[in-house]
């Protein structure tokens, strides 16, 4: 049955709202990634960056046109091997009671502890852990050590690393961190050659990525490299200068 092979995703024509309403939260947006490809996701807060992100795995289906990934329609894959092949970063990093380890591995029970210490060193998280008291032994979540957001936002991508997705999509997921550490991250996410959505804030987040998507109230303002987007986009100049 079907998997993902390469990680392209297409939108084509899709509109969406919520079921429990009827105000559109995405107005036909058409666009194409291909694989290995990052695409940086910019717009002001509401203007549906997580509803886009959640019609990928499925987290809700879209009301009108079409999510193509290799091609395919989302919908004609079984879900469980659709997500398998996608590592989601939520916007808010949520950890359970239990090990560094068992938090990273929550989903790949079958990780090792090399893989498990090569997603940390990854997402920038393995030298902190290397200080706690217990290191990956140590207990995180609720009666665990306390993590800042920026330490949790990084167990977090590392979640989503250890799986070795196809398709990685970031939520948001580096706002609490430095630039130097969040270009370190960057940097080692390449290495992973899976096509990455990458919701942001930060203009020199976006710079680096093959394609800039910017929202405005669930449409597409503007599609384009960062240099296409300073001639094209007054919204974009004006992100830029603010
Ligand atoms: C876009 C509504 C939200 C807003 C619009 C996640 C979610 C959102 N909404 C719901 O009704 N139910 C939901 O479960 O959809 O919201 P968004 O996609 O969350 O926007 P964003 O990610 O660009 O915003 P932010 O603040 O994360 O930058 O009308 O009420
Ligand atoms: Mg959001």
């Known amino acids: 049955s079907l998997t993902i092979n390469k990680g392209a995703v297409e939108f084509k024509n ?3 709202h919520y079921p429990e309403s009827d105000v559109p939260v ?18 002001s807060t509401g203007s549906g960056k997580t509803s886009l992100f959640q019609l990928v795995p499925r987290l809700y289906d879209v009301t009108e046109g079409e999510v193509l990934v290799d091609g395919k329609n989302v919908m004609n894959y079984p879900i469980e091997k659709l997500r398998k092949g996608i590592g989601v970063v939520p ?17 790949k029970e079958d990780a090792t502890s090399d893989e498990i210490i090569s997603a940390a060193v990854d997402a920038q998280i ?6 706690l008291p ?7 979540g609720q009666r665990g050590v306390n993590l800042s957001g920026g330490q949790k936002q990084r167990l977090s991508i590392a979640r989503a690393l250890v799986r070795k997705p196809k398709i990685l999509m970031l939520d948001d997921s580096t706002s609490a961190l430095d630039l130097k550490t969040e270009g370190k991250l960057l940097k080692a996410l390449r290495t992973y050659s899976c096509t990455t959505f990458i919701i942001t804030q930060k203009i020199s987040t976006a710079m680096e990525a093959d394609h800039i998507l ?3 109230d669930g449409a597409v303002e503007a599609w384009g490299t960062h240099e296409e987007l300073l001639n094209t986009s007054p919204l974009y100049v004006k992100i830029v200068q603010s």
């Open 14 to 16: 899709v509109s969406f």
């Open 26 to 43: 995405l107005r036909n947006l058409s666009f194409s990634v291909k694989p290995g490809e990052t695409l940086a996701i910019l717009g």
């Open 91 to 107: 916007q808010e990093a949520v950890l359970f009671t239990g090990s560094i380890t068992e938090n990273i591995g929550w989903g």
């Open 126 to 131: 393995h030298e902190t852990v290397e200080k």
């Open 134 to 140: 217990n290191q990956y032994d140590t207990r995180v």
């Open 214 to 216: 910017l929202l405005d």
